[in-house]
């Protein structure tokens, strides 16, 4: 596991606990970002969810990992749903809304500033870059998708060191995205490394985000389950997350 860089404190970090797992609370995730990415303070961000929580009790190097991170946001409605029974007033923050944000303004801060997209099926990833192409002129976006061979990820990892792209979003799933940042964030030490689950498939068109109505009311996924009812296992880890946190504040 890496170590800790010293880094400078661009944003007020207050950090809470999920079941072991620390959330960082503040009032504006994307312009914290935007000033570590101007700074080039490399950043590993985690958008922690209930699924991923529950996950992390079982993998101890997804544990470890979360804990290191520089950045963790609370994506899920459930995060956001214990933080407040503690008595922390916290917004939640979606990953793919943070990354949208992020798009939509890096480019105003830096021209330069180049977009990596990395997973999602053959086709994915470029069609998630065309679309961001068109929505912001100018944006320069390299992309790969996720089904590699050990020698195709090798030349990924040798792209990555030769372009230093600023931004790297990666869409491998949970926990492989979060392990796969991890090992190696280092390649390129100054960028903002996110994991983005299934965003490149919307962004491409091949999958729809929930209606507003069900992000709204904390119901994001079960339209998910809708869309994919074999998520159904892993959709266990809700119940089992809201056992514990009852059982946590009650005690």
């Not at 490399?42 to 290191?68: D, F, P, S, W, Y």
């Not at 995060?79 to 503690?86: I, M, N, P, S, W």
């Not at 949970?174 to 030490?189: G, T, Y």
């Amino acid at each position: 596991m890496r170590e800790k860089k010293s880094e400078p404190t661009l944003s007020p970090i207050a950090e809470n606990l999920v079941l072991g797992l620390p959330v960082h609370c503040i009032d504006d995730y994307p312009g914290c970002l935007l000033s570590r990415l101007e700074a080039g303070v490399g950043t590993h961000v985690v958008t922690l969810n209930a699924e991923m929580v529950m996950q992390a009790e079982k993998n101890h190097v997804l544990a470890e990992i979360i804990r290191q991170a520089e950045l963790v946001v609370p994506d899920g409605a459930g995060v956001v749903l214990y933080l407040r029974l503690k008595g922390k007033f916290v917004r939640r923050c979606p990953g793919i809304e943070l990354a949208e944000s992020l798009l939509c303004q890096a480019m105003k801060q830096n021209p330069q500033n180049l977009v990596f997209f990395y997973g999602g099926k053959p086709g994915v990833a470029i069609k998630a870059a065309e679309t961001w192409q068109e929505k912001v002129p100018g944006l320069a976006i390299a992309c790969q998708h996720g089904y590699l061979s050990p020698a195709e990820e090798k030349e990924l990892l040798q792209t990555l060191g030769q372009l230093q792209p600023r931004l790297i979003f990666v869409g491998l799933g949970v926990p492989r995205q979060e392990l796969w940042i991890a090992e190696h964030q280092h390649i390129c030490p100054q960028a903002i490394w996110i994991g983005i689950g299934g965003s490149l498939d919307i962004w491409a068109g091949v999958k729809e985000r929930a209606p507003a109505w069900f992000c709204d009311n904390s119901l994001e996924w079960l339209y998910r389950l809708y869309q994919e009812p074999w998520r159904w296992r892993r959709m266990l880890a809700l119940p089992q997350f809201a056992w514990k946190t009852l059982m946590e504040i009650k005690f």
